[in-house]
């Protein structure tokens, strides 16, 4: 069973403070990688993706990618109340589906 | 900006009846996916559907489960016989030619078994 694992959370951040997300992957054949945003009863919504080594940045976020270690990394910048979500880390191996981590719930206090 | 729009966005429905859940993808896009949450777990994997066939399913798409583009636009899902444990979000999903990879969602549809 190949697996996604995340830190369920709930993290807590400052506003304004860097939010730092984890997440580990079992098959090493997995060959991109994604992160969504899904707020509550909604669906995801996609963020990030990334596909080789080391880091990719888009506005305040940036993603980063280990390969060998079978971890890739989601910071969020200067975190706002509107960021408060959970955020779900997805592995693309051969094949078309992607498998979802459970996600970590992000709370960015005011 | 172009999205997946589904249909209906909630559905109730009684034990043993048939429900048909529709996606009308990306309109530029040709592979598309069957994704479902049940409450509070991870979403989970159905089905993906490239040149009009099935191209991976998982053990959840068994034989209650079809699906179909029936036009240029619209894709859907048929659960022939829902069970009460098929009550979740379903979610649709579409993807546009490699490179590129990434997968949008729809805003999904909440199926309710009773």
């Known amino acids: 069973q190949k697996e996604v694992e995340q830190n369920s959370g709930p993290l807590s951040v400052p506003e304004g403070a860097i939010a730092s997300l984890n997440c580990t992957y079992s098959?090493?054949?997995?060959?991109?990688f994604f992160w969504y945003r899904q707020y509550s009863g909604k669906s995801p919504e996609l963020i990030m993706s990334?596909?080789?080594?080391g880091d990719k940045e888009d506005g305040r976020f940036t993603a980063q990618l280990n390969k060998a270690s079978q971890y890739v990394s989601l910071l969020i910048r200067d975190s706002q109340p509107s960021d408060s979500a959970t955020y779900l880390c997805?592995?693309?191996?051969?094949?078309?589906?992607?498998?979802f981590g459970g996600g970590t719930r992000v709370l960015v206090k005011p | 900006e172009p999205e997946v729009t589904q249909t209906p966005s909630h559905q109730v429905t009684q034990m043993g009846q048939e429900v048909i859940l529709r996606c009308v993808p990306i309109?530029?896009?040709?592979?598309f996916y069957w994704y479902r949450q049940i409450l509070g777990q991870k979403v989970e994997f159905l089905v993906s559907?490239?040149?009009?066939?099935?191209?991976?399913k998982s053990e959840i798409f068994d034989d209650q489960f079809s699906v179909e583009r029936p036009d240029g636009s619209n894709f859907t899902l048929k659960i022939r016989s829902t069970k009460l444990e098929d009550s979740a979000m379903y979610f649709c999903?579409?993807?546009?030619?490699?490179?590129?990879?990434?997968?949008?969602f729809g805003p999904g549809t909440r199926l309710t078994v009773l």
């Open positions: 309109s530029n896009h040709l592979y």
């Open positions: 990334i596909y080789s080594n």
């Open positions: 098959d090493r054949g997995s060959q991109s």
């Open positions: 999903a579409s993807r546009g030619r490699v490179p590129y990879n990434e997968q949008f």
């Open positions: 559907f490239y040149n009009n066939e099935i191209s991976e």
């Open positions: 997805a592995v693309k191996a051969a094949g078309n589906k992607l498998t």
